[in-house]
Nanobody, 131 residues
Framework: QVQLVESGGGLVQAGGSLRLSCAAS????????MGWFRQAPGKEREFVTA????????YYADSVKGRFTISRDNAKNTVYLQMNRLKPEDTAVYYC????????????????????????WGQGTQVTVSS
């Protein structure tokens, strides 16, 4: 199992930047695929970005492509979300999530983007972008 704790959220003006962190417990963090999702008030939780266990593959929602970057440091058991050129519509609670890929199985980008495939979730961190 893995426990996830997000940090780095806050209030920022449109056009600004924030970096979110997700710290994971456990010795097997490097074997987990990681994702970020977000949920705005009154809306469904939606996919933002994901990264494979090795960091070799990344996936982004069209709405954040070119502005957000996901990365991971397996030595520190941490995944990051660098958010640049933030917009008011990026305002949401951001959640870190993880799933354990099966050895030898190749997963499609659509799999990574599917909320129900993730087994572990953090508590979320609020990001508010003012106009």
């Amino acid at each position: 199992q893995v426990q996830l704790v997000e940090s780095g959220g806050g209030l920022v003006q449109a056009g600004g930047s924030l970096r979110l962190s997700c710290a994971a417990s456990g010795r097997t963090f490097s074997t987990y695929a990681m994702g970020w999702f977000r949920q705005a008030p009154g809306k469904e939780r939606e996919f933002v970005t994901a990264i494979s266990w090795s960091g070799g593959s990344t996936y982004y929602a069209d709405s954040v492509k070119g502005r957000f970057t996901i990365s991971r440091d397996n030595a520190k058991n941490t995944v990051y979300l660098q958010m640049n050129r933030l917009k008011p519509e990026d305002t949401a609670v951001y959640y870190c999530a993880a799933f354990l890929p099966r050895r030898g199985t190749a997963y499609s980008g659509d799999y990574y983007k599917t909320r129900d495939k993730y087994d572990y979730w953090g508590q979320g961190t609020q990001v508010t972008v003012s106009s």
